[in-house]
């Protein structure tokens, strides 16, 4: 008797014999080489990200596209995670899906080790500590922005790794808790006055701001502007001119900071031919994650385009 | 006549000068799939690395590129190594990488963790050369899929000297009194030529001939060497793109890291 | 049990000639000497309680959490064996994971029963394994609200063919128990362990079933959960123990359609509740005695 449960009512190999594979038709057979993407099939193109004071700004058009045919028009790019990060997905959106797949069972699972999943039970809340025990809310944590952000990376740069990439460029937002100031001793140079890092404010148990990319080859960067695909070229430029470093971001304004997204969505939207007039954008700050789904681009006007002769720098 | 049976080939099928069209691949085929995936990337930058008698400077630009986008002007490559925790307390490793920041995001990774077991392993810190002689090792086993970067390794020796070490893509390294790697090393490693190991540099009062007796190299003092470092990157910021933003620089001594920025051109 | 004795109770899968599984039978025995453990199911939602009985003064209070959650709208209790409690946790994990995979969409707490049910029974048919020495109880809320395609982009046609059906109405709070023989039904109010019999003739007072008029609210649930636990421990009074109670509701209710632990502030009123009508019962006793 085989104690090995998935053994269980299956005929034993001891009396009839292991299984013969071959009266399966020959399509289950391994007749072919295993295939890899070689190219993404339905893409989706740029998601912005943008820091402010107490936040970022996430945003991505609602269009899928088939080369160069607007092939869906109702898809939503940017998937929060829990209520403390937000991925926004540029490139495949099979492999979009299978991310976000993958970033559901590990919600699941995270849920299981007790996490927090309200509000109060939140381990920034300070009412936590109503017994005095420091330390009883810290198994709760649940992964923020900056632990997704390395767990999405590694997924990335593993299958770039066995050359079957997942072909997505991602944006990951949210806030994240800094570290410990470190010890002075190994860090800060006292004697060199101009020493600055450009590393945000002065390090505290606050939570902070977070916004990183990452993509198919397992590049990982961060930056308080950024963008992937054509957002790169067009819209990087917009939103690094209001805010080029991180302490511009740390004085910028929520309403601010969606009226320049805003503002680079429809300059995406009036360059780049693999986008559209709806998109989704995200505000994700201490208050949690804010998403609009369906927003319709505001003030749309072609009159510029008149203009236009040549490639844009002609005048007569 | 021979000219022209060399334009056929053994198997008497004839070949040409040029790249063959290829048919169309039929399902029938066996023959393996040619992947058009290209798993490498350059992020641009540089870094440099010199060794003094009694430190060691590793510095690195903090920009990171992708064609002619700059990704972000802050993407940090010197990585701390070893020491204790996520913050590396106590640390006396630094490793720069320069290339693929993919690959030496994982390289750094794979040989802090290395580091970091010894110390649980043994119960003491792992020494410089024995650090850099894993770092080669780890390197070379992945030689047929190789990490794509120039990585460049510094601390303090048993002896309490400076020890730099650099390394190729798959392994092969040395000990080294300066190193430039990356975009810029091609301008910035006669420069550190010149200046540090005094190469072309002569006896002013010697007569001019095959005799000229060379200069020899002194052993550097610190802030000098930091200012080399600042002049060696602004000098490489104006000349190549891929160059610029931020300059990181981290000095190892006997008491531990001490990690100095300063601002670059951001053009 | 006169049967003991007979042989037939030596080997999982063995019928005695009356038509006993007696391995069956002992493992029923082992769930009887567990903590008392129930599941309400309310109007708007299910609660469920343990008993858990402190095993040792070195374990720390309130850790070591013995409701489990699975996937996001289920939560299981059980009394018996511990740890054949933990796999059947971990089994109903991988069931509710399995089932999202191939359907991209949380699994019914019916099914999760039915599977659960079906693999439980699988270890009263071979001679190789021993049954489960628990009987959980599964509680759960299937979503009214449409749910969305795990990992779907879009929102789908908005009328005709494939579009959405308007008013309709499915999902809801469910509560099954599965006993170590596989039989597993449905329930308004179930209990297990020790105390079940205090606990069932008390469930048997709450007005449960929706045909019989109003059934009673989820807080209302959870103060009877609080209550029925301490009555349950009133037969086992020299053991300490602690009072585990979670919940799970709609998408609109409290828990926005997740399982989870009853918040501090009205599990301790519940426990003070409950608390007081067990003085209040000890006093009625007293009483009694003093007009005798």
């Known amino acids: 008797m085989n104690h090995l449960p998935q053994a269980w009512g299956r005929p034993r190999d001891d009396i009839y014999g292991a299984y013969d594979h071959s009266y399966l038709p020959q399509t289950h057979a391994n007749t072919h080489p295993t295939t890899h993407t070689q190219s993404p099939v339905v893409t989706g193109t740029s998601v912005l990200g943008l820091k402010f004071k107490d936040g970022v700004v996430l945003a991505a058009d609602n269009l899928a596209s088939y080369g160069s045919l607007a092939r869906f028009t109702d898809v939503k790019r940017l998937k929060p995670f829990n209520r403390k990060a937000v991925v926004g997905f540029g490139g495949d959106v099979s492999d979009m899906q299978y991310l976000d797949r993958l970033l559901n069972s590990l919600d699941v699972q995270e849920n299981y080790s007790g996490a927090a999943t309200t509000e109060e039970d939140d381990g920034e809340a300070p009412a936590a500590t109503a017994d005095g025990e420091g330390g009883e809310d810290k198994h709760k944590a649940i992964l923020d922005a900056k632990n997704l952000h390395t767990y999405l990376s590694k997924v990335l740069y593993k299958r770039r790794s066995d050359f079957n990439p997942l072909w997505n460029a991602i944006l990951v937002a949210g806030l994240t808790t800094p570290p410990p100031p470190a010890p002075s001793t190994s860090t800060s140079s006292p004697k060199d006055t101009t020493t600055s890092k450009p590393t945000g404010p002065a390090p505290s148990r606050k939570p902070i701001p977070y916004l990183a990319y990452a993509d198919l080859l397992g590049t990982t960067y961060s930056s308080p502007t950024l963008a992937t695909g054509f957002g790169a070229h067009l819209a990087v430029p917009i939103m690094r001119r209001a805010v080029p470093d991180e302490a511009a971001a740390a004085k910028l304004s929520r309403e601010e900071a969606v009226e320049i997204v805003k503002k680079c969505m429809k300059v995406l939207f009036y360059r780049d031919a693999r986008s559209m007039n709806e998109y989704s954008l995200c505000v994700i700050d201490g208050k949690g994650v804010d998403l609009q789904e369906n927003i319709k681009l505001e003030g749309e006007s072609w009159a510029f385009a008149e203009g236009i002769k040549g490639y844009g720098t002609q005048t007569v | ?267 | 049990m006169t049967s003991i004795g007979t042989g037939y109770d030596l080997s999982n899968s063995v019928f005695s000639p009356d038509g006993r599984n007696f391995q069956v039978e002992y493992a029923v025995k082992a769930v009887e000497n567990g903590g008392t453990a129930i599941g309400i199911r309310c109007k708007d939602g299910v609660v469920l309680g343990l008993e858990k009985l402190v095993s040792s003064k070195l374990l720390k209070k309130d850790a070591n959490k013995r409701i489990s959650t699975v996937d996001r709208n289920m939560g299981v209790v059980y009394s018996g064996l511990q740890p054949d409690g933990k796999h059947f946790v971990s089994r109903a994990r991988d069931e509710a994971s399995s089932w999202r995979s191939t359907y991209k969409a949380p699994i019914p707490v019916s099914s999760l029963a039915n599977r659960m049910g079906s693999y439980v029974q699988a270890y009263t048919l071979y001679n190789s394994v021993r049954p489960f020495g628990i009987t959980a109880i599964i509680g759960g809320y299937d979503a009214e609200t449409e749910l969305s395609v795990d990992g779907a982009v879009g929102s789908g046609p908005k009328s005709g063919s494939g579009g959405k059906t308007k008013g309709a109405k499915e999902g809801g709070p469910y509560l099954y128990m599965i006993e170590p023989s596989g039989t597993y039904w449905g329930y308004y109010g179930a209990a297990s362990g020790k105390g079940r019999q205090a606990a069932k003739s008390e469930l048997e007072k709450l007005k449960l079933d929706p045909k019989d008029g109003e059934c009673i609210s989820l807080e209302e649930g959870v103060k009877e959960a609080a209550r029925i636990i301490y009555v349950a421990h009133e037969d086992n009074k020299d053991k300490d123990f602690e009072l585990e109670l979670t919940w799970v509701s709609s998408v609109a209710g409290p828990t926005k359609g997740r399982h989870e632990e009853v918040p501090k502030a009205l599990r301790e009123e519940a426990e003070k509740l409950a608390k007081k009508s067990m003085e209040g019962d000890e006093d009625d006793e007293e009483e009694e005695k003093m007009e005798e």
């Open chain 2, 1 to 267: 006549m021979a000219a022209f049976t060399s334009y056929v080939s053994s198997a008497g099928q004839p070949s040409y000068s040029f790249p063959q069209q290829q048919s169309a691949p039929s399902h029938a085929s066996r023959a393996p799939i040619q992947h058009s995936f290209y798993p490498y990337t350059d992020n641009g930058g540089s870094t440099l690395g010199i060794s003094g008698d009694n430190f060691t400077i590793i510095a690195g630009d903090t920009r990171s590129t992708s064609g002619y986008n700059i990704n972000t002007r802050y993407e940090p490559k010197l990585f701390r190594i070893g020491g204790e925790g996520s913050e590396h307390k106590g640390s006396k490793i630094v490793l720069s990488v320069v290339g693929f920041a993919a690959d030496g995001h994982a390289l750094k990774e794979r040989l802090d963790t290395v580091v970091k077991m010894y110390r649980y392993q043994h119960g003491k810190e792992m020494s410089v050369n024995a650090c850099a002689q894993r770092l080669s090792h780890i390197l070379y086993n992945k030689r047929f899929f190789p990490y794509y970067v120039q990585a460049i390794l510094g601390g303090v020796d048993e002896e309490g000297r400076g020890a730099l070490y650099s390394y190729d893509p798959v392994g092969s390294y040395e000990r080294e009194f300066c190193r430039a790697a990356g975009a810029g090393a091609s301008l910035i490693m006669p420069f550190l030529d010149n200046q540090v190991n005094l190469k072309n540099q002569y006896e002013p009062a010697a007569p001019q001939g095959l005799e000229k007796p060379q200069l020899v190299p002194q052993p550097l003092q610190r802030a000098a060497t930091e200012e080399l470092v600042r002049d060696a990157f602004t000098s490489a910021v104006e000349r190549h793109i891929e160059v610029g933003d931020g300059l990181q620089m981290m000095i190892i001594t006997k008491d531990g890291i001490e990690e100095v920025f300063s601002p670059l051109k951001m053009d």
